[in-house]
């Protein structure tokens, strides 16, 4: 079991980690954890709860994630880690020669260029089909009666809301109307407390459930996504739909210090994270608080940026392999280019994001580790009308340099920054953690991953402890709580530091770890959102 004092609480969020052995939910919003707990509580093992508690996010905090995002998951069941890819492709008739005759240079943010298949719904139905208990009438019921009937406004969803509310009041153009009228309804932000309800994304929902996901794909849903499409010149179509299904894939690792660090393989930017750490590995660390730790910290994450910003993308379409990436031999190489100054990376500037996560655990010892995403914030701006269905915009992480390996291409899936993530040791599950936030997400795995594992931190103290974001070249934002002392030292090597007022641009964070021995769990949540851990 790893190995930290449970009473241990430097920080100034001063929760303490939560205990519990039946079952644990852990994410950022309370009544979605509370509504996966209670499925747990009427016989859904880990898999239900997880589906339930996404569902249910995509209600209660549509800020971040929505019915027409992607997702991605590790579920350890059966004894093994299984890896499910719940991201879609762009659709097959897109181009970059259109767009580049449409006037775009680069890929846009908002609108139906940046709209590729979503891929939650499917993945809700892959997970419940093989792993769940329950069917999806039962599981999906606490998030449909929240959208019928309403819930209040919390705290930091409000924040962003209404700041959501403020960046698509500039957007021009009548595709965009139905985003105003389903989540703007009195003509603003829904205020904090205040209730909010969407029938149209409760029966949505109601027809997932019904179907296992079919009338999203191949059915009603699926034709009323269609037909918006078609009505304002979109490119996604019936027959991207009809065709995507979720993949199982493989999850990649390192082993860290004798424990192993898993992550999914691309289109997602989780061999970020396992490269850092496959360089760091191999340096001492006496002392979390030290600059020498953070200065290797920020540099090993520069050096996987660099690779992870030129090569990830589809796996199909990567010109080099995942094994050579995560090779002794090469984080040899990358280990000795970090000096004793900062270095300017050949890299691109890591992008913003808006995502929700979740992880599970029940009495039995399965575990699931679950991402789900809108990318930025509502998505595209585009809501199909009558539905709730807030189409995401992952396709503008697309590249329309056609060299680039995350160039865009009819079918391919883009460069995905949704990571889950899960710790084994000796073939036994320690457990799932993550932190959400666009490029903020590898950085963030890193430093909860050394938080635990070399400085022992419990997991709650892991998740509170101040965080910094490397953002490009030499520029690094560090919270307004990082130590002083620490800043001026790390200035002193080189470092541009900038002191960030926003604590959700340093992502948000939830673990839950597993005694093997016992099978008791404990879990933290994270201080700078809503967050919640429910546990039985």
């Known amino acids: 079991m790893l190995q930290f004092d449970a009473l241990y609480q430097p920080y100034t969020a001063k929760r303490r980690s939560t205990y519990a052995r039946n079952g644990m939910v852990a994410t950022s919003q309370p009544l979605a954890a509370q509504a996966g707990l209670d499925i747990m509580k009427t016989g859904g093992n880990a898999i239900d709860a997880a589906i339930a508690t996404a569902a249910c996010l995509t209600v209660v905090e549509p800020t971040s994630n929505g019915i027409g995002g992607d997702a991605f998951a590790l579920i350890w069941a059966e004894g093994e880690l299984h890896g499910l890819n719940a991201s879609g492709p762009a659709p097959r008739n897109i181009s970059i020669d259109q767009l ?75 595709e965009f109307d139905s985003w105003f009228k389903t989540f703007a309804p009195h003509g603003r932000a829904p205020e904090v407390g205040e209730v909010w309800t969407s029938p149209d994304h409760a029966a949505t929902l109601r027809s997932i459930a019904e179907t296992n996901g079919e009338s999203f794909y191949r059915g009603e849903l699926a034709d009323k996504i269609a037909r918006f499409s078609q009505q304002y ?10 065709s ?52 290797k910290q920020i540099e090993a994450i520069k ?10 993308t589809d796996l199909k379409y990567m010109s080099v392999k995942v094994d050579d990436l995560l090779s002794e031999s090469y984080a040899r190489h990358r280990r000795h280019l970090i000096g004793e100054k900062a270095m300017i990376p050949s890299a691109g500037k890591p992008p913003n994001g808006g995502t929700v996560y979740l992880a599970t655990a029940d009495g039995e010892g399965n575990m699931v580790s679950f991402i789900q995403s809108n990318y930025e914030g509502f998505g595209s ?37 949704i990571i889950p993530g899960f710790l084994t040791k000796e073939d036994e599950a320690i457990g799932p953690f993550s932190v959400m936030g666009g490029g903020m997400q590898p950085q963030g795995h890193l430093q909860l991953i050394m938080n635990t594992i070399d400085f022992h931190l419990n997991p709650q103290a892991a998740l509170d402890a101040p965080r910094w974001r490397w953002m490009e070249n030499k ?37 839950i770890w597993r005694d093997p021995a016992s099978g008791v769990l404990v879990g933290g949540t994270e201080a700078r959102t809503d967050g919640s851990v429910a546990a039985w």
Not at 254 to 277: M, S
Not at 303 to 312: H, S, V
Not at 475 to 496: C, Q, R, S, W, Y
Request: hydrophobic share 35%.
């Open 244 to 295: 995507y299904q979720p993949e199982w894939v493989d999850p990649i690792s390192v082993n860290y210090r004798g424990y192993d660090v898993w992550e999914i393989p691309p289109n997602g930017q989780g061999l970020v994270a396992l490269q850092a750490l496959n360089v760091l590995k191999d340096f001492d660390f006496p002392a979390k608080d030290a600059v020498e730790t953070y200065h």
């Open 303 to 312: 050096l996987a940026f660099a690779d992870g910003n030129k090569y990830i």
């Open 100 to 174: 580049k005759k449409a006037g775009y240079e680069t890929m846009p943010k908002y609108g139906w260029p940046t709209v590729t298949v979503p891929g939650a719904p499917s993945g809700w139905a892959a997970l419940s089909k093989r792993f769940g208990r329950l069917p999806l009438t039962e599981v999906l019921k606490p998030a449909i009666d929240y959208a019928e009937k309403g819930f209040p406004i919390s705290p930091i969803l409000g924040k962003y809301w209404k700041h959501e509310y403020n960046t698509f009041r500039t957007l021009k153009g009548s």
């Open 381 to 417: 701006g585009l809501v199909v009308p009558e539905t709730g269905i807030s189409l995401h915009n992952r396709g503008y992480d697309f590249s329309l340099d056609p060299s680039h390996d995350n160039a865009l291409e009819p079918g391919k899936r883009p460069f995905h920054t």
């Open 475 to 511: 520029k690094v934002k560090v919270e307004h709580n990082f130590p002083h002392h620490l800043v001026e030292a790390l200035i002193n090597l080189g470092h541009d530091i900038e002191i960030g007022l926003d604590p959700a641009r340093f992502g948000r964070g939830q673990i």
């Open 233 to 242: 010149g979109g490119y996604l179509t019936g027959d991207d739909l009809a």
